[in-house]
């Protein structure tokens, strides 16, 4: 994230007809610190930067979230499934790895690395002996820069709603949609 000046940040609310008013609302902090920001009296924490610039892109429209480029249907194993199953699985699909989740909540992650690895005769053991660790979760409404940004060290990443997993993201869904 290139970190904006107080000018830049001036410059793209005034261009988007926004009060500082309306901005600190949409950001959720207040107009006179958005003020002391926009006038370069306060370095504001990177938390509070990143929901102003938030706030912008939504204003702008160009926000993607993780629930516009998730996959609702997650195919998945347990972990008292078979190897074999879950091997199945990501032939069925062509998948290289899943996620293994019990009751809905992701616990692990099982690749044919991990099947390879795992040594000889292991169609029979349960996934949870050779499972890996689970995938990063985020909420619906992370950005898709949240994502991408878990992307660079995960195959894949989880949505989820309450703890359940509602979807998964991995870099062919985000790369989908930025063409």
Known sequence: MELPTPQDLRERRNTLGLTQSALADAAGVSQP???RIEGGDVDPRLSTLRRIVEALDEAEGDVVRAV???NETVISVAPDDSVREALDAMEDEAYSQLPVLQAG???GSISQSDVIHGGDNVSEKPVSELMSESFPTVARDATVDEVRNLLD????????????TVGIITEADVAAQLS
């Open 153 to 164: 060290h995960y195959k894949a990443v989880m949505v989820t709603e309450g703890g359940e």
């Open 33 to 35: 610190l958005i003020a």
């Open 68 to 70: 516009d480029i998730m």
């Open 105 to 107: 909540i992701p616990v």
